[in-house]
């Protein structure tokens, strides 16, 4: 059920905050054998509801007022456990709330509990977590997507209304495609990042996962807007995303890009997009094929880019500050070296090294700088197919959801699972997964949207305009 109809129930009378999050916690407890989450606030959100219902009675309600929500356990909430899918972090308190927990506090929506995670939210599968992986709910034996797959898997299988995820190279838009939801990544610095523990800083960002893209717009609009404690955080106006939703896409003109249309594209994908293409057109849209010249080099750009920067932030955990110590070392180097051998996963420690070779002296220039350079020709790329389109239309994964198992010994094939979502992480723009479809496996196929830097209201009309017509509504 998505937000607008339950706050409509709640208004009515029809339903408590307290009935919600009674039925969300049933559903939880049935769905635990797809390992979703890591915590849960049985307790904290019964009593968070029915502070609410209160405030419900007396007309005082906020904007998210009964919107139950999960929570990926990378982003910080005061006094509860945030652990990034390690056993490095399994038993650190966060002494702080994130700004967007802030803000949705302060909108009164209720947190039923943090979401498992590839650890550090290095993955694409949900396959890393220290926690075990997390299962597909249109089919147990598949991968959700990563790295924020249970939070899409929480909402996919109605165990929260919404949930947040992180979007590093298309955490959020990838696992959101595999389990049939509506994930966002906003463009870099809409979004605070203060509270988000980091894996690359140039490219992570903080978005919403949905059943619709309304309930998406809505979530945006509380959690962006600058704030002071993150100096990343951009000083932009922030719109009203719902105003737009349904103003149609008659007269905008919309670009699919060949590169993202070629060998190792999954056919029923193809045509699903295609066919998505095809109705945009009869309804107005002028529809035009362009290129992406770089598009080739985007992953190793990202993975040399990201691993650089990763090796850099988790250069903190040493078993010294916080976190888990490993036992018996019998100097300070060897505590390091233990603890970081034992608490960190194959591939966080996989990134780890190829980062730390990246940034060493003898291959600075050749690889991390000259990345920098490809990163800057990415961007121009998607910075002249603006000057002519509104948007862009492509895939969001170039499969449906593989078996758990079946990518795991062989990195480079699981990188090629987010060949699609990379760019727009490197080049800062935003972009969205809607469903559009499923293949004959019954297993979910997922849109992306791409819009310019701060031109979220475009993407999120044209996500509603598709979303309408997946429905019926046109």
């Known amino acids: 059920m998505d937000y607008y109809h339950t706050r409509e129930l709640l208004l009515q009378k029809q339903i408590s905050c307290k009935e919600l ?24 959100a019964l009593k968070r509801a029915r502070i609410i219902d209160q405030k419900l009675a007396r007309g005082e309600g906020g904007n998210l007022a009964g919107m139950v929500m999960a929570i990926k356990d990378i982003l910080t909430i005061k006094g509860k456990r945030t652990t990034c899918g390690s056993r490095i972090l399994e038993n650190f308190v966060a002494p702080y709330d994130a700004t967007v927990i802030q803000r949705l506090q302060a909108e009164d929506a209720i947190f039923i509990g943090k979401t498992n995670m590839d650890e550090f939210a290095m993955g694409s599968s949900n396959e890393n977590s220290y926690f075990g992986p997390v299962k597909n709910p249109h089919d147990p034996e598949r991968i959700p997507g990563g790295s924020s797959g249970g939070s899409a898997v929480a909402v996919a299988a109605g165990m929260a209304a919404t949930a947040l995820g992180t979007d590093t190279g298309g955490s959020i838009r990838q696992p959101a495609a595999m389990c049939g939801i509506v994930g966002l990544k906003p463009t870099y610095g ?81 045509q699903a997009i295609r066919k998505v293409l095809r109705e945009m057109e009869s309804e107005g849209a002028v529809i035009e094929e362009l290129s992406l010249p770089h598009t080739d080099y985007a992953i190793a750009t ?43 996963g194959e591939e966080v420690k996989r990134r780890i090294m190829l980062g730390t070779y990246v940034l060493s002296a003898g291959y ?73 479809g499923k293949d004959s496996q019954g297993l979910p196929i997922g849109v992306q ?11 999120l009309r044209v996500g509603n305009f598709i979303e309408k017509i997946k429905n019926g509504q046109f």
């Not at 932030?313 to 390091?336: C, P, V």
């Open 21 to 44: 999050v009674q039925s969300y916690l049933s559903r939880i407890e049935q769905h635990r054998h797809l390992n979703a989450f890591i915590t849960i606030f049985a307790d904290e």
């Open 190 to 270: 809409r979004v605070s990042r203060f509270g988000l523990v980091a894996f690359a800083s140039s490219l992570d960002q903080i978005g919403p996962m949905t059943t619709t893209v309304p309930d998406a717009a809505l979530l945006l609009n509380i959690i962006a807007g600058h704030d002071p404690l993150d100096s990343t955080s951009a000083p932009v106006p922030v719109p009203d995303y719902t105003k737009e939703l349904n103003k149609g896409i008659r007269g905008l003109r919309i670009g699919y890009p060949k590169e993202y249309f070629s060998e190792g594209l999954d056919p029923e994908i193809h």
């Open 302 to 344: 990202y993975y040399i880019l990201a691993t650089a920067e990763a090796s850099s932030n988790l250069a903190r955990y040493d078993g010294t500050r916080y976190g888990f110590r490993s036992e018996g070392a019998l100097d300070l180097s060897e505590m390091y070296c233990q603890t970081r051998s034992q608490g960190f």
């Open 364 to 436: 600075y220039e050749a690889y991390y700088r000259k990345a920098q350079k490809v990163r800057t020709l990415i961007k121009r790329d998607f910075d002249s197919a603006f000057e002519k389109f509104d948007c862009l239309i492509t895939p969001t994964s170039p499969t449906t959801a593989f078996k758990i198992g079946e990518k795991i010994d062989d990195p480079l094939q699981m990188y090629l699972s987010d060949i699609y979502t990379i760019s727009a992480n490197l080049t800062g723009i935003p972009g969205i997964s809607v469903p559009c």
């Open 449 to 459: 949207i791409l819009a310019k830097p701060f031109d979220e209201v475009i993407m």
